[in-house]
């Protein structure tokens, strides 16, 4: 379930997605396939950074 959030004044909105199948990452850009070790470094790097993110919001 998609639900809009209401934004303060000052706040911006950030969107981040990633696909997975297979346990492979295709990067969009450079069209490179990520194996499971990669992915799982990535996925990592991401959900640590979102973490620090919304403990800074919090």
């Known amino acids: 379930?998609?639900?809009k959030i209401q934004l303060g004044q000052g706040e911006t909105e950030r969107v981040a997605c990633v696909?997975?199948?297979a346990f492979r990452g295709l990067?969009?850009?450079t069209g490179e396939v990520w194996g499971t070790e990669v992915l799982a470094e990535r996925?990592?790097?991401l959900t640590s950074?979102?973490?620090t993110l919304c403990t800074q919001v919090t």
Request: no cysteine; charged share 25%; glycine share 6%.
């Open 27 to 29: 990067d969009t850009v």
């Open 19 to 21: 696909s997975a199948s």
């Open 49 to 51: 950074l979102v973490e």
């Open 1 to 3: 379930m998609r639900r």
């Open 43 to 45: 996925v990592g790097w």
